[in-house]
């Protein structure tokens, strides 16, 4: 009986059999998942930035134009005491000095004292002076006449000021301005991800496609 022989067994390189990878597919499935990511993050930042606005819009707005006002101050105040500080200079044109001044209010005010006083440097202004109440006293530096007296301090200013830090509710309303100041800056930042997605250069994301409708107009002027 003959033995039919084994026939050989070669060793497969599987390094040698495998299918190349298509530099293409692998492209493909990168840009893929690139744009998936990208459209998520837009998704996500448009509902952030549309929810901050509806929550903190109205505050946002009330904060925006109280703190413009507190900028000018100064000059707010100045124009609210001009009732006051506004003075007629005599025919002498000698002012009387501070001390008798401030004697002449002191005995005016009863018990209170001048704590701070204010002199300008225009001929024109009466001399502010602060006394001990945390009121405010406007004198005339040639006659030594009150010529007006304001809270501490003016009231106008005073009201902005509590509306911009507290919207008049107290510890609450210190809360809603906290809180829309967060808002305020998830706008910002949600606002800056939804600008720098929209495809093409910088001038055709800052156009205005009128012609799209009033939906897409209005939310180019708005980006």
Not at 156 to 185: E, K, P, Y
């Amino acid at each position: 009986m003959h033995r039919i022989p084994a026939p050989p067994i070669c060793a497969v390189d599987s390094s040698q059999t495998a299918a190349p990878r298509d530099p293409d597919i692998t492209t493909s499935n990168r840009t893929k998942g690139r744009r998936s990511w990208t459209k998520s993050l837009r998704k996500w930042a448009l509902i952030g930035h549309k929810w901050a606005g509806i929550i903190g819009g109205i505050p946002i707005f009330v904060l925006a134009i109280s703190g413009m006002l507190l900028v000018y101050e100064a000059e707010l105040r100045a124009w609210e005491e001009s009732n006051y500080t506004s003075i007629e200079i005599t025919q002498n044109g000698v002012k009387q000095p501070l001390s008798q001044l401030i004697s002449s209010l002191e005995e005016h005010l009863g018990n209170e004292s001048v704590s701070i006083y204010y002199i300008s440097k225009d001929s024109d202004r009466a001399y502010k002076f602060r006394a001990s109440d945390r009121r405010y006293y406007y004198i005339n530096p040639y006659t030594a006449a009150l010529t007006g007296e304001t809270d501490l301090p003016a009231p106008v200013m005073s009201i902005i000021r509590v509306l911009h830090t507290s919207f008049f509710m107290g510890d609450f309303g210190t809360w809603i301005a906290v809180i829309s100041a967060f808002a305020f800056g998830s706008l910002s930042f949600t606002g800056v991800v939804l600008f720098f997605k929209r495809r093409g250069g910088l001038l055709k994301r800052s156009r205005i496609r009128l012609h799209r409708g009033l939906n897409v107009g209005n939310f180019d002027f708005h980006a």
